[in-house]
């Protein structure tokens, strides 16, 4: 017994062909050698048609509250508004449980059921007979892209390489930005023939992930954290042994929904009642914080915000998309309201912003590779200050879009690719046993800046936007604004990509830095 293993198990037992130990994934990433570039294409292919449509419905129901209103009437455009409303709240608040629940029991399990929840919502979208039963299917779609959205970016970074992952990162962003700029000009399409069209859409491109995911995506990816090489006999045990941090996620849920809730429904509330349901929402956050720095097997491990490129890249997340928020909605109501755009030809207006991101984003990896993430993000955020300086300075009454929108938003498009994808990539630097959980606050990020974005815009417009241009110039100081906390977010992450490693793989977990050296600058 004692002569058949010599030396460090490790590299004695590694067969010809083997993959080097320190080359293999991390425990918790997939058991698997690394896979063909041909697979890693196809799994980015699946993760990212979730991402599209997680994102997409986001955005294309927008264009359908008319039609909705008139479908349900007597409902009113307030009633049919919780279409919207109930799926932004939702998925805000089931990010971290969903991620928390990937990184345990498997990210590809939990990507493969938000599959089949989403589509099974969606087919319910489309065939709700009225109003309640619609708002019904909308919770459970939520409830789906929560699933999706972590899960997606934390098996995009599992089966890529260090090196590579920037790109597929650049591709998950890119595909992200593009189906919020077309969600309005696909639903417009769609709206023509029928709204219920705009969910039944849905249902093909959820059936084709299924069948690609359950082929490609790697069987073991994401499951029992913590586990090193030498426990894979305990797995079961790992599993039965994880409890839910039952405190935890009933703080979260709460903290997440009266927060997105004050803001979303700002416009329509009394000034008192919005403070008051925000000031409840800031009390559970604080109250979250407090217990997950003392609960055992916390929801979201304080660990996570020990690496500074990712909390940085959280704070950037929620900056930016306040003013991305911003950005969206006052372009699309100086379009429409001041310029009298259609709906459709204003969202058409606005598609190359999203187009000039989806074409861009895919290369954003290897800039911040090359120059740093701070070069990348502090870049983006200038071009982004142009794309709202722009029309500040030129926009009048006279419609002029080649003038005054269409290099707003061309700036606009290469600004969100450089920052999107260099301040999601920051999941990175979780331990690579919580890509899932890290990936959900970062998620959680975007969502919490979107609520805040088109609230802060609707208080600084004022009760008439279309009376003398004024509130549509306090709409770009805040994107100005919102872009110098972006730009100070991507300098305080500084260049080094940390890593925060957890007891149990810390001793066989490979390094960013390590993997490719030239990659990326290191501060002292």
Do not use: K
């Amino acid at each position: 017994m004692t002569g058949r293993i010599t030396g460090n198990p490790a590299t004695s037992r590694r067969r010809p062909g083997e993959i080097p130990a320190h080359q293999r994934p991390a425990p918790g990433q997939h058991d698997e050698p690394w896979h063909s570039p041909r697979r890693r294409r196809a799994i980015l292919a699946v993760l990212s048609a979730a991402q599209f449509l997680t994102v997409l419905d986001l955005w294309v129901v927008n264009i359908a509250l008319p039609a909705l209103e008139r479908e349900f009437a007597p409902a009113s455009l307030s009633d049919v508004s919780w279409i919207l409303d109930v799926y932004a709240i939702v998925l805000a608040a089931l990010l971290l449980p969903a991620g928390r629940a990937a990184d345990r029991i498997g990210r590809r399990t939990c990507f493969l059921t938000g599959l089949m929840v989403f589509g099974v919502a969606s087919l319910g979208c489309a065939l709700a007979p009225d109003l309640p039963v619609l708002i019904a299917f909308r919770v459970l779609q939520a409830a789906g892209a929560a699933m999706l959205m972590p899960t997606s970016l934390g098996l995009a970074l599992s089966v890529f390489p260090a090196h590579r992952r920037g790109n597929a990162v650049g591709v998950w962003a890119g595909v992200g930005a593009l189906a919020a700029g077309s969600g309005p000009v696909l639903g417009g399409l769609l709206v023509e023939s029928s709204w219920r069209w705009i969910f039944l859409i849905n249902v093909p491109v959820i059936l084709a992930a299924l069948a690609a995911g359950a082929v490609v995506l790697p069987r073991s990816g994401g499951q029992c954290a913590g586990r090193r090489h030498g426990e894979r006999g305990r797995r079961g045990s790992r599993r039965t042994d994880w409890r839910i941090d039952s405190l935890g996620t009933v703080l979260v849920l709460g903290a997440v929904g009266l927060v997105c809730t004050g803001l979303i429904e700002a416009p329509g509330w009394p000034a008192a009642r919005t403070g008051l349901v925000v000031a409840g929402g800031l009390l559970l956050a604080i109250a979250f914080v407090f217990h997950i720095r003392r609960h055992p097997e916390p929801l979201v491990s304080p660990r996570l915000f020990a690496a500074r490129r990712f909390s940085v890249g959280a704070i950037g997340l929620v900056t930016y998309y306040t003013g991305f928020a911003a950005m969206l909605l006052g372009t699309t109501l100086l379009l429409t309201v001041e310029w009298r755009f259609s709906v459709l030809r204003a969202a058409a207006c606005i598609a190359p912003a999203p187009i000039t991101a989806g074409v861009i984003s895919p290369f954003s990896g290897r800039l911040w590779a090359r120059f740093g993430v701070p070069s990348t993000v502090v870049t983006g955020a200038v071009l982004f200050a142009a794309a709202g300086a722009w029309p500040l300075a030129t926009a009048g009454r006279v419609p002029a879009y080649t003038a005054v929108v269409l290099p707003s938003m061309l700036l606009w498009g290469v600004a969100n690719a450089l920052i999107q994808p260099s301040l999601f990539a920051s999941a990175d630097a979780a331990p690579q046993a919580q890509l899932a959980s890290g990936s959900a606050v970062l998620s959680m990020g975007r969502q919490l800046g979107s609520a805040v974005g088109v609230a802060v815009l609707i208080a600084v417009l004022g009760d008439r936007p279309a009376g003398d241009l004024a509130g549509f110039d306090r709409a770009w100081i805040v994107v100005l604004v919102t872009a110098a906390m972006t730009a100070a977010a991507g300098l305080a992450a500084g260049c080094r990509i940390e890593r925060v490693t957890q007891p149990a793989a810390a001793e066989t977990a490979p390094r960013a830095d390590q993997a490719r050296p030239s990659a990326v600058r290191r501060t002292p």
